[in-house]
């Protein structure tokens, strides 16, 4: 008994297939997803960041220390903004550009009122909303069908 040699299929053709690595769809099509993963890394940490400064907060007002009640308020900023970018982000996935302007927004916002160590991780989000809205324009939304 002889069996035929096993074969691939003729894939040859020269037009690129979308998402193919070696085209620049495939970097923009996935660039928004990355940008989506790292606003909520950044808005994950954040959420911890602003735990520590409530934290330290706290104790400053244990001690009745001078603007113990800023340092605590920033805390809550710092929380509210670090949310509102994990939410931000994983929007991004369906809404790439809108979703990545909010996430900018959030991201200044939450760097100015919500402590220095928040603004670390506002600064990675930034970077995050920055890459969602460049990814945005390689991302071709499916089309939806009219209810009838």
Sequence with gaps: ?????????????????????????????????????IGIIAGVFGVFAALATLFVGGIDSAFNADGASTVVG????????????IVCGAVVFAKPKGAGIALVISSILGAVLGGSIVAIFMALSLIGGILAIIGAKGYAQAPTRAAS
């Design 74 to 85: 920033l805390g809550w900023g710092g929380v509210l903004f670090s949310f509102l970018t």
């Design 1 to 37: 008994m002889h069996q035929a040699p096993l074969t691939r299929p003729d894939t040859s053709d020269s037009t690129p297939k979308t998402g193919d690595p070696k085209t620049n769809n495939f970097k923009e099509k996935n660039m928004h997803k990355a940008g989506g993963i």
